[in-house]
C-alpha cells in the first residue's frame, strides 16, 4: 500500500506538472507558431533559411556554458523543495557558475566570430547575422537554469509562464524588425524573447529560495558531479544539431533550408505534449525508488504513446495540406520533410518520451551519455554518405534511424536494470495510429 501511495502521489505530482507544462507552452507554441508563419511569408524561403542557419554558431558555443548545472539544480530543488532556504546556496553558486561561464565563451565568441562563421556555415556573409545572435550565448543558460530549478520546485504557473513570454517576445519583435530590417530584426527579435524570459525566471526563482545566497566550489561540487555526465550528453546533442546545420550549409541552398525549417515548425508543435510530459516526468522519477520508476517507466511510455502515434500518423497522411493551408505554395519542399520528421513519433511506444527522464530520475545519467554516443556514431556516418546524395532529405533520415538506434539502446539498458516497456502495447498502438 505504502509503495501505490508513493507511485500515486508521484503520477499525479507528474500529470499536475504536464498539465501546466502542456497549458503553458501551448499558448507559447500557439504565439511561436503564428509567429513563424508570419516570419516565413516575410522573408521567403531563403531569407528564413538564412535566419534559421544563424544561430549555428550560438549553438556551439553554448556548449561551454552551463556544464549540466541547470539539470543538477532541478533534482536538489525536486529534493529540497520543503526546505527551499536550503537551496539557496545551491542556487546562488548555479547562477554565478553558469553566468561567469557564458560571459567568458561570449566574448571569445565575438572574437573569433569572423573564423566560426567561416568553418561552421562557409557563408562569410553572414558574419554581421551570427554576431547579432551571440547574446544568446548567455541568455539561454541562464533562462535554462531558472527555468530548471523552478521546475524541480513545483512551480507550475512560474514554468508555464517562461515559455510564454519568451515565445510572446520573440513573437511579436521577430516579424515586425523583419520587415524594416530583414534577418537581423528577426534573429534580434530572437534574442530579445531569451533576454526576456531570463531576467523575468531569474527574478522569479530569486524570490522562491529567498535570495541567491553565497555558493561555493563545496555547493557546486556535487552539482557538476551529477549534472556533468548529464551535461556531456546533452552537449553531444547539441554539437551534432551544430554538425547537422553545417552539414545543411555545405550541401542544401538557402531554400531547401528553409523549407526544412518550416516543417520543423510543426514538428515542434507535435513535441509539445512530449516535451511536457518529459519534463514532468524527471521530478517524479527522482522522487521514486527503482522498482516504483520501472513501473512508472512502463505506464508513461505506454500512456505516451497513446498522444504521439496518432498525432505523427496524422501529420504524415496530411503533410501537404498542413504546409500548404500555413506557409503556401512557395514551400514546396517542405511537406515531405514533415512527414520524414513524423515518422518517429509512430514508435513513441518503445519509450521515447520517458526514457531520457527515467535513466536521469534515478541517477544513471552516464546511460543518456551513452544513448546519445549510439546516436552519434549512428547518425554522422550515414548522414556524410546521403546527404551528399539526397541533401536535406538524406540527413532526416539519417537523423531518424540513429533517433531508432539510440532508443533501441535505451531501451536494453533499462531491462538490465528490471525496467521495461510493453512493446505489444507500443505495436498496436502504433498499428492503430495508422489504420486510422
Given at each position: 500500500?505504502?509503495?501505490?501511495?508513493?507511485?500515486?502521489?508521484?503520477?499525479a505530482?507528474?500529470?499536475?506538472?504536464?498539465v501546466?507544462?502542456?497549458?503553458?507552452?501551448?499558448?507559447?507554441?500557439?504565439v511561436?507558431?503564428?509567429?513563424?508563419?508570419?516570419?516565413?511569408?516575410?522573408?521567403?524561403?531563403?531569407?528564413?533559411?538564412?535566419?534559421?542557419?544563424?544561430?549555428?554558431?550560438?549553438?556551439?558555443?553554448?556548449?561551454?556554458?552551463?556544464?549540466?548545472?541547470?539539470?543538477?539544480?532541478?533534482?536538489?530543488?525536486?529534493?529540497?523543495?520543503?526546505?527551499?532556504?536550503?537551496?539557496?546556496?545551491?542556487?546562488?553558486?548555479?547562477?554565478?557558475?553558469a553566468?561567469?561561464?557564458?560571459?567568458?565563451?561570449?566574448?571569445?565568441g565575438?572574437?573569433?566570430?569572423?573564423?566560426?562563421t567561416?568553418?561552421?556555415?562557409?557563408?562569410?556573409?553572414?558574419?554581421?547575422?551570427?554576431?547579432?545572435?551571440l547574446?544568446?550565448?548567455?541568455?539561454?543558460?541562464?533562462?535554462?537554469?531558472?527555468?530548471?530549478?523552478?521546475?524541480?520546485?513545483?512551480?507550475a504557473?512560474?514554468?508555464?509562464?517562461?515559455?510564454?513570454?519568451?515565445?510572446?517576445?520573440?513573437?511579436?519583435?521577430?516579424?515586425?524588425?523583419?520587415?524594416?530590417?530583414?534577418?537581423?530584426?528577426?534573429?534580434?527579435?530572437?534574442?530579445?524573447?531569451?533576454?526576456?524570459?531570463?531576467?523575468?525566471?531569474?527574478?522569479?526563482?530569486?524570490?522562491?529560495?529567498?535570495?541567491?545566497?553565497?555558493?561555493?566550489?563545496?555547493?557546486?561540487?556535487?552539482?557538476?558531479?551529477?549534472?556533468?555526465?548529464?551535461?556531456?550528453?546533452?552537449?553531444?546533442?547539441?554539437?551534432?544539431?551544430?554538425?547537422?546545420?553545417?552539414?545543411l550549409?555545405?550541401?542544401?541552398?538557402?531554400?531547401?533550408?528553409?523549407?526544412?525549417?518550416?516543417?520543423?515548425?510543426?514538428?515542434?508543435?507535435?513535441?509539445?505534449?512530449?516535451?511536457?510530459?518529459?519534463?514532468?516526468l524527471?521530478?517524479?522519477?527522482?522522487?521514486?525508488?527503482?522498482?516504483?520508476?520501472?513501473?512508472?517507466?512502463?505506464?508513461?511510455?505506454?500512456?505516451?504513446?497513446?498522444?504521439?502515434?496518432?498525432?505523427?500518423?496524422?501529420?504524415?497522411?496530411?503533410?501537404?495540406?498542413?504546409?500548404?493551408?500555413?506557409?503556401?505554395?512557395?514551400?514546396?519542399?517542405?511537406p515531405?520533410?514533415?512527414?520524414?520528421?513524423?515518422?518517429?513519433?509512430?514508435?513513441?511506444?518503445?519509450?521515447?518520451?520517458?526514457?531520457?527522464?527515467?535513466?536521469?530520475?534515478?541517477?544513471?545519467?552516464?546511460?543518456?551519455?551513452?544513448?546519445?554516443?549510439?546516436?552519434?556514431?549512428?547518425?554522422?556516418p550515414?548522414?556524410?554518405a546521403?546527404?551528399?546524395?539526397?541533401?536535406?532529405?538524406?540527413?532526416?533520415?539519417?537523423?531518424?534511424?540513429?533517433?531508432?538506434?539510440?532508443?533501441?539502446?535505451s531501451?536494453?539498458?533499462?531491462?538490465?536494470?528490471?525496467?521495461?516497456?510493453?512493446?505489444?502495447?507500443?505495436?498496436?498502438?502504433?498499428?492503430?495510429?495508422?489504420?486510422?
Amino acid at each position: 500500500m505504502a509503495q501505490r501511495s508513493v507511485l500515486a502521489d508521484a503520477a499525479a505530482d507528474s500529470a499536475v506538472g504536464a498539465v501546466s507544462l502542456f497549458g503553458g507552452q501551448a499558448l507559447a507554441s500557439l504565439v511561436a507558431g503564428l509567429s513563424s508563419i508570419a516570419l516565413a511569408r516575410v522573408l521567403g524561403p531563403g531569407g528564413y533559411g538564412r535566419y534559421s542557419l544563424s544561430m549555428t554558431v550560438a549553438g556551439f558555443l553554448a556548449l561551454a556554458t552551463d556544464f549540466g548545472v541547470s539539470a543538477a539544480l532541478a533534482r536538489e530543488a525536486s529534493r529540497l523543495s520543503g526546505e527551499r532556504r536550503a537551496l539557496a546556496p545551491l542556487a546562488g553558486a548555479a547562477l554565478r557558475f553558469a553566468l561567469l561561464a557564458s560571459l567568458c565563451t561570449a566574448s571569445l565568441g565575438l572574437l573569433l566570430s569572423g573564423a566560426l562563421t567561416a568553418a561552421l556555415l562557409r557563408r562569410p556573409d553572414m558574419l554581421g547575422l551570427v554576431v547579432v545572435t551571440l547574446p544568446l550565448v548567455v541568455f539561454s543558460p541562464l533562462f535554462n537554469l531558472s527555468f530548471s530549478a523552478l521546475l524541480g520546485l513545483g512551480d507550475a504557473k512560474a514554468v508555464a509562464a517562461l515559455p510564454l513570454v519568451r515565445d510572446t517576445v520573440r513573437g511579436l519583435l521577430s516579424p515586425l524588425l523583419a520587415l524594416p530590417f530583414g534577418c537581423e530584426g528577426a534573429v534580434a527579435g530572437f534574442v530579445a524573447g531569451y533576454g526576456a524570459a531570463a531576467v523575468l525566471g531569474l527574478s522569479l526563482l530569486r524570490v522562491r529560495v529567498g535570495g541567491f545566497a553565497r555558493g561555493g566550489w563545496r555547493e557546486l561540487r556535487p552539482l557538476l558531479a551529477y549534472g556533468l555526465p548529464l551535461h556531456l550528453s546533452s552537449a553531444l546533442g547539441t554539437a551534432l544539431g551544430v554538425y547537422q546545420n553545417s552539414l545543411l550549409a555545405w550541401v542544401a541552398t538557402d531554400e531547401e533550408v528553409g523549407n526544412l525549417k518550416a516543417a520543423a515548425n510543426f514538428a515542434v508543435l507535435m513535441q509539445l505534449a512530449s516535451s511536457s510530459i518529459a519534463a514532468s516526468l524527471f521530478p517524479a522519477f527522482s522522487k521514486l525508488g527503482r522498482e516504483e520508476a520501472a513501473r512508472a517507466l512502463r505506464y508513461a511510455a505506454a500512456y505516451s504513446s497513446l498522444v504521439m502515434a496518432p498525432v505523427g500518423a496524422y501529420a504524415i497522411a496530411e503533410a501537404e495540406a498542413l504546409v500548404g493551408a500555413v506557409y503556401g505554395r512557395e514551400y514546396r519542399l517542405a511537406p515531405s520533410f514533415l512527414a520524414l520528421q513524423a515518422v518517429s513519433y509512430l514508435w513513441s511506444g518503445l519509450g521515447t518520451v520517458a526514457l531520457g527522464s527515467f535513466f536521469q530520475g534515478i541517477g544513471e545519467t552516464r546511460v543518456n551519455f551513452r544513448a546519445s554516443l549510439t546516436y552519434a556514431a549512428t547518425f554522422v556516418p550515414l548522414s556524410l554518405a546521403l546527404a551528399p546524395l539526397a541533401r536535406a532529405h538524406g540527413v532526416l533520415v539519417s537523423a531518424l534511424a540513429a533517433s531508432l538506434a539510440s532508443v533501441l539502446y535505451s531501451l536494453r539498458e533499462a531491462a538490465k536494470r528490471g525496467a521495461g516497456v510493453d512493446l505489444g502495447a507500443a505495436a498496436r498502438v502504433c498499428a492503430a495510429a495508422l489504420l486510422a
